[in-house]
């Protein structure tokens, strides 16, 4: 048979290399400017581009999808060149992946800052942005199926089906969730509203990081481990149960971010109840990740490479046994809405994912470039400061998350809480903030180290960006009937292996939303809640330009304690105008879903200007802009059609009429403003925020309040 010569693209992973490397460091940068911001509110700087709720999503979109994207592709197309023995399909289609990856990165860097936000947890670009991200995954897909039919190996490896399943859910994630009415090029509201909403995204959000931060590392797994420890996988069979259990079970697990809400009781029991299932697959990953190092340990001592990998796939065991575990009721109850809930995550995003970049980084660049690693020792430096980093990173969070559920819960001998204040507990855990941070400086340390020694590495070598390869063409062949054979006949088949995977994943999302949706007795109406009026809309847009979702929840859970400390809890039909849902996720500070006639208007005012002279020892930043600010009443009719057009029930004709409601508002609270001395204008965007919070929770009467 006469063997074909042909060479694999280096260029393209070098160019998603470099841009990994780069993107982390600033994500990492950012995100310890964030968490010294928790500590020091003064890092706010009093500027609205660099306030915490600005930062955040930034933070969470550069390391998601700038550094974890990047190394993603940089690890798929190294990686299913050599398993399918072919270059790319296209190197066009690769250098268009490649720019439109970095644009879209860019315009999330501008955006996000700027306060473009939808709010919704890892998917904040607005609706340009979020079509740009659908033409460019079409493009990475185009280009990977293309590659797998033009295959030179007929035997479709493990890691490349779990690049065939990232491929395919998350384009089936991002356009689910995605589905927006545009109000302007800068301005969306979700076609959601509610619970629906809240569903959707974290069916999204979940599987982002199942589909994002998951499955496409076990594939890089599956490759770059066995390669590093120069041993096989360690069980085939494995693998094939590993996979198809992984991605059918993952899909609906999401509910279980939203427990103890106004979320159906059979949707949330569902994903509790897959949630736990998750364990088996998930750990029958690691145990094939950690038993290929077998008759390999003696090395790990040695090479760093192995060292992260080892801690990358224990990482991995810890999340995905911590995350099920998370999902018990019992468990939620405490943990839910505390910063436990940051240290698993990042558990899963330092440990699992970062170390698995290091480690892949390591790997390749001097495979690339034809020479030695530059510095072993460095690289051991480096590991042992990222280990520390993680340690220093998760164990305060973990304590942090314990106390504020136990203070948030405290009750006195005479039945009262405890703390009232919800400022006690922040303030409380404030050392265990700063401990976090020092953790973050000593992963971010470790990150500069190993730029540093993989740019010496390079400097050292001759990068071989054509990497000549031969192999023989693709030829039918027999399979022999031994354990798998059925399985390898469907491996030989990408496009019905890709139509399967689709299936496998479409199932558990149809099963939980079509009852949502279609059976109205799951999100029963009342009578008395109303749509917002034109100035509370424009607020609560200021509120989620702000981030402000990302320091305080709209949801009271039915716990003594909540509504003791909050007023009644949260019923699924008060929800039923808000596009998009603003549950949050994590209580920096307290909920606010009760908010609403429980302080004044000059309060509200002051305490925007000046936190800590309202709440004494709150890190909650000043937000000056908004006294000088004015808002774009131009945009009211608007933001009023787009919302009748996804079921909001203003009248026909209203937006014509709704400034006029807007100023009569307005000047009812500046009128109140000015008899307690504040001069302040009507259409000040504070005066839209004030309107907002003192709407929060007052469409239906809750009896029991407490100070907060």
């Known amino acids: 048979m006469e063997i074909e010569k042909f060479s694999y693209d280096n260029k393209i992973v070098k160019a998603f290399m470099i841009a990994t490397v780069v993107f982390g460091l600033v994500g990492m940068l950012v995100?310890?400017?964030?968490?010294?911001?928790?500590?020091?509110?003064?890092?706010?700087?009093?500027?609205?581009?660099?306030?915490?709720?600005?930062?955040?999503?930034?933070?969470?979109?550069?390391?998601?999808?700038?550094?974890?994207?990047?190394?993603?592709?940089?690890?798929?197309?190294?990686?299913?060149?050599?398993?399918?023995?072919?270059?790319?399909f296209s190197d066009t289609l690769s250098w268009i992946h490649?720019?439109?990856?970095?644009?879209?990165?860019?315009?999330?860097?501008?955006?996000?800052?700027?306060?473009?936000?939808?709010?919704?947890?890892?998917?904040?670009?607005?609706?340009?942005?979020?079509?740009?991200?659908?033409?460019?995954?079409?493009?990475?897909?185009?280009?990977?199926i293309g590659t797998i039919i033009k295959r030179r190996e007929r035997h479709m490896y493990v890691a490349i089906w779990f690049y065939i399943a990232t491929f395919v859910t998350v384009a089936v994630l991002h356009v689910v969730n995605s589905f927006e009415m545009p109000v302007s090029f800068f301005k969306s509201y979700s076609w959601y509203a509610g619970v629906q909403d809240a569903l959707v995204q974290w069916w999204y959000g979940h599987n982002a990081v199942a589909f994002f931060l998951t499955t496409p590392f076990l594939g890089i797994m599956y490759y770059y481990l066995p390669k590093a420890a120069n041993r096989p996988v360690y069980s085939y069979r494995l693998s094939i149960i590993h996979f198809w259990s992984l991605i059918f079970i993952y899909i609906w697990a999401g509910p279980h971010h939203l427990l103890y809400t106004s979320l159906p009781d059979w949707a949330q029991s569902l994903g509790v109840v897959f949630s736990i299932m998750l364990i088996a697959p998930s750990w029958g990953g690691m145990l094939n990740g950690l038993m290929t190092l077998r008759g390999a340990w003696d090395r790990v001592r040695e090479d760093p490479v192995l060292k992260f990998m080892v801690v990358a796939v224990t990482a991995y065991g810890m999340a995905t046994l911590e995350g099920p575990l998370l999902s018990l009721k019992n468990v939620n109850a405490i943990a839910h809405f505390t910063d436990w809930i940051v240290a698993h995550v990042h558990v899963g995003g330092l440990g699992w994912n970062g170390f698995m970049i290091f480690a892949v980084l390591y790997w390749v660049v001097p495979r690339m470039w034809n020479t030695p690693l530059y510095s072993t020792k460095l690289a051991n430096v480096h590991f042992w400061l990222g280990t520390l980093g993680i340690i220093f990173y998760a164990l305060p969070m973990y304590v942090s998350g314990v106390v504020q559920s136990l203070m948030w819960k405290e009750f006195n001998p005479e039945g009262f809480l405890v703390y009232k204040n919800f400022l006690e507990t922040t303030v409380q855990v404030l050392p265990l903030h700063a401990l976090r941070a020092i953790g973050?400086?000593?992963?971010?340390?470790?990150?500069?180290?190993?730029?540093?020694?993989?740019?010496?590495?390079?400097?050292?070598?001759?990068?071989?960006?054509?990497?000549?390869?031969?192999?023989?063409?693709?030829?039918?062949?027999?399979?022999?009937?031994?354990?798998?054979?059925?399985?390898?006949?469907?491996?030989?088949?990408?496009?019905?292996?890709?139509?399967?995977?689709?299936?496998?994943?479409?199932?558990?999302?149809?099963?939980?939303?079509?009852p949502t949706f279609l059976i109205k007795s799951n999100i029963p109406t009342i009578t008395s809640v109303q749509p917002y009026t034109p100035l509370e809309l424009h607020g609560r847009d200021l509120y989620i330009r702000e981030g402000c979702v990302s320091c305080h929840t709209q949801m009271v859970r039915p716990f003594r304690s909540e509504t003791e400390r909050y007023g009644e809890y949260s019923k699924a039909g008060e929800f039923v105008y808000d596009h998009p849902f603003l549950w949050g996720s994590k209580r920096t500070g307290p909920d606010l879903h009760r908010v609403g006639a429980k302080y004044s208007n000059s309060w509200h005012y002051n305490h925007m200007l000046a936190p800590d002279a309202v709440s004494t020892g709150s890190i909650m930043p000043a937000y000056p802009w908004l006294f000088e600010q004015m808002i774009d009443k131009g945009e009211t009719p608007g933001k009023i059609t787009a919302l009748r057009k996804v079921g909001v029930p203003y009248p026909d004709g209203y937006e014509n009429e709704s400034n006029d409601d807007l100023e009569k508002q307005a000047a009812k609270i500046t009128e109140s403003l000015k008899a307690d001395g504040i001069e302040v204008a009507d259409d000040a965007e504070i005066i839209a925020l004030i309107a907002y919070l003192q709407r929060l929770g007052t469409d239906i009467k809750g009896e029991k309040t407490a100070e907060k």
């Open 31 to 88: 995100g310890l400017t964030a968490a010294i911001q928790l500590v020091y509110p003064i890092f706010n700087f009093d500027t609205q581009y660099t306030s915490f709720g600005r930062i955040r999503p930034l933070h969470t979109n550069a390391i998601i999808f700038a550094f974890v994207g990047n190394a993603m592709f940089a690890g798929v197309y190294y990686s299913m060149q050599r398993l399918l023995k072919t270059r790319m």
């Open 440 to 514: 973050g400086a000593l992963y971010l340390t470790g990150a500069f180290i190993m730029t540093y020694n993989l740019i010496k590495t390079a400097k050292a070598g001759s990068f071989v960006a054509n990497e000549e390869a031969e192999a023989a063409p693709l030829v039918k062949e027999y399979v022999e009937r031994t354990g798998g054979w059925h399985h390898r006949l469907l491996e030989h088949k990408p496009v019905l292996f890709t139509v399967l995977t689709l299936i496998a994943i479409l199932i558990g999302g149809f099963i939980e939303m079509i």
């Open 98 to 144: 490649f720019w439109g990856w970095q644009l879209i990165i860019l315009a999330a860097a501008i955006t996000l800052p700027l306060g473009m936000t939808t709010s919704k947890e890892y998917a904040e670009l607005e609706w340009p942005i979020d079509i740009a991200i659908t033409v460019i995954w079409v493009v990475f897909g185009w280009n990977m």
